[in-house]
């Protein structure tokens, strides 16, 4: 209660026009911050034998063509990317046992379809989980 009344009082002040001092520390707070606020996670669209291979983040909700569906966040030497989670790709990386810090490589195979001609998304998937190696 007691916080929540101090950020009001901040709140209600009159706008203080004193210029504040922007020293590097304070420049590289600004700039982690700008970086944690911007939408700076590329979206994986492949090619046909494209791969990414990246750092296993995280995974986010994010809205696409189809409605919400989950996104998992790979990070390389290049950023953030973030790669649609379809069903299978996430069984995969649970069967692989992927966590964060898992090392994913996905390669997109491209377009396959079923014996009885349904089409879908190819993928191949290792994982390395560092203390057991490359879970092929």
Same mark, same amino acid.
């Given at each position: ?16 026009? $004193? ?5 590097? $520390? ?5 700039t ?49 990317h ?25 390669? *997109? ?13 190819? *993928? ?13």
């Amino acid at each position: 209660r007691q916080d929540k009344k101090m950020n009001t009082e901040l709140i209600e002040q009159e706008l203080n026009t $004193d210029i504040v001092e922007i020293d590097s $520390d304070i420049s590289a707070r600004l700039t982690a911050l700008r970086e944690k606020s911007s939408d700076s996670i590329t979206l994986w669209d492949p090619e046909p034998n494209e791969t990414l291979a990246g750092v296993l983040i995280s995974s986010r909700e994010a809205t696409g063509a189809y409605g919400p569906q989950q996104q998992l966040i790979l990070q390389d030497e290049q950023g953030l990317h973030a790669v649609w989670l379809s069903d299978f790709i996430k069984k995969t990386l649970l069967a692989k046992n992927a966590e964060k810090g898992s090392l994913v490589c996905i390669t *997109f195979l491209g377009n396959k379809h079923t014996a009885n001609g349904k089409s879908y998304r190819a *993928f191949d998937i290792r994982v390395d989980n560092n203390d057991m190696g490359v879970n092929l």
